[in-house]
T-cell receptor
């Protein structure tokens, strides 16, 4: 069965510093990986995805993520954090062999706080 | 930018009552989903819906749950007789394609509180 882990419940960084939100996954084959963000009182917003190709994918709001197959990781990064990036971030994984959105499995979320 | 809308944003109900949560997916999307998140826990899949029928459902989606697309725009989740453990945030999502590469677009959620 597929699973995804976000080992940190909270991450705090100073504005202007780089940020990393960690995600590791477990699937039987090659994964499709997604990051979503949830701002207070808002729904989940799609940030970026990795399907195939370049291990570094770029997404919305200056975020990027690096797929590392050997470490089964898909960490979310941003070179320079903004206070407005403060939100709850979810990593999600899909098994491409499943053929169904049922298999979009979410992590438990990481609360990012960017300090001014 | 088109978005998924959900109503109500918050509903409080008594145990045993029926609840209907409503969603308006993005207009040209074909696949619809409900997920839920119990406070402090993971976002969990409930059901997916395509071409006016359920295509997948999880173990959570038992006989107390049903979904319906009563017209060309709304997508509803009904809980027939609510239990305390149904208290959660319920998210509707839609996508244009069921392809594994496609991302889902989520609504802002409906918070259900069962007393």
């Amino acid at each position: 069965a597929q699973s995804v882990a976000q080992p940190e419940d909270q991450v705090k960084v100073a504005e202007g510093n780089p940020l990393t939100v960690k995600c590791t996954y477990s699937v039987s084959g090659n994964p499709y990986l997604f990051w979503y963000v949830q701002y207070p009182n808002r729904g989940l917003q799609f940030l970026l995805k990795y399907i195939t190709g370049d291990n570094l994918v770029k997404g919305s709001y200056g975020f990027e993520a690096e797929f590392n197959k050997s470490q089964t990781s898909f960490h979310l990064k941003k070179p320079s954090a903004l206070v407005s990036d403060s939100a709850l971030y979810f990593c999600a994984v899909r098994d491409p062999l499943s053929g169904s959105a049922r298999q979009l499995t979410f992590g438990s979320g990481t609360q990012l706080t960017v300090l001014p | 930018e088109p978005e998924v809308t959900q109503t109500p944003s918050h509903q409080v109900t008594q145990m045993g009552q029926e609840v209907i949560l409503r969603c308006v997916p993005i207009s040209n999307h074909l696949y619809f989903y409900w997920y839920r998140q119990i406070l402090g826990q993971k976002v969990e899949f409930l059901v997916s819906f395509y071409n006016n029928e359920i295509s997948e459902k999880s173990e959570i989606f038992d006989d107390q749950f049903s979904v319906e697309r009563p017209d060309g725009s709304n997508f509803t989740l009904k809980i027939r007789s609510t239990k305390l453990e149904d208290s959660a945030m319920y998210f509707c999502a839609s996508s244009f394609s069921a392809m594994n590469t496609g991302e889902l677009f989520f609504g802002e959620g409906s918070r259900l509180t069962v007393l």
